[in-house]
């Protein structure tokens, strides 16, 4: 680790010094250093809302770019994201040096207008998204697997919202997946039935 990386970490530990505001996640020589900052920023009412950092600074940092993920209990997941953007362009503008703590001070200034721009609009759902250590946004392919599915309508609905607020595109299967859960039990009595006359 390059001596400004540490010094900007001890740096950061003596500011973010309260109760929970600072975790280190994991140390390596090969993959660089992952910490959380909890902090607040100020939010459209002037209140503050509660914002959890998890910033990746790569062996190279700062010659390049730290990955960084934004969850807020009080932000939906489109929210997150726009937030993760803006302070990965901030970010931009201060390549080559120690940036962390500008890149937490510039949000807690601009969270409100950020959350003021329209297409991040307003929202009280739970912003669970996490997002990837790294700064590299190549292809991904995830596979989400719904079980008992009861109501197969609303689940395709809750699906494509998903993925419209997280910018995603893709593809639904639906393999061998009966109509009901009734029409599940009855096969599967069936099913029973047949293998103890076989056995019998």
């Not at 600074?57 to 770019?65: A, G, I, M, R, T």
């Not at 919202?161 to 995603?168: G, Q």
């Amino acid at each position: 680790m390059a001596e400004p990386v540490r010094e900007e970490l001890s740096a950061l530990a003596a500011i973010f010094c309260g109760p929970h505001e600072w975790e280190v996640l994991s140390r390596s020589e090969t993959d660089g250093t992952v910490f959380r900052i909890h902090t607040k920023a100020e939010g459209f009412t002037d209140a503050d809302i509660p914002l959890e950092l998890v910033f990746h600074l790569p062996v190279n940092y700062p010659s390049c770019l730290p990955g960084i993920s934004v969850n807020s209990e009080q932000l939906t997941r489109a929210q997150c994201v726009t937030v993760k953007e803006k302070l990965l362009e901030q970010a931009e503008s201060l390549l080559s040096e120690p940036m962390v703590h500008e890149l937490v001070l510039w949000i807690q200034q601009n969270l409100r207008h950020i959350l003021n721009q329209p297409e991040t609009g307003s929202g009280n759902a739970e912003c669970t998204f996490s997002t990837s250590t790294t700064v590299d946004d190549g292809l991904w392919i995830t596979l989400l697997h719904l079980d008992h599915m009861r109501a197969k309508t609303k689940y395709v609905k809750t699906v494509e919202k998903w993925a419209s607020d997280l910018r995603l595109t893709g593809r639904l299967m639906f393999m061998g997946v009966p109509d009901s859960s009734e029409n599940l039990q009855s096969r599967c009595g069936l099913k029973w039935k047949e293998m103890q006359r076989e056995n019998d």
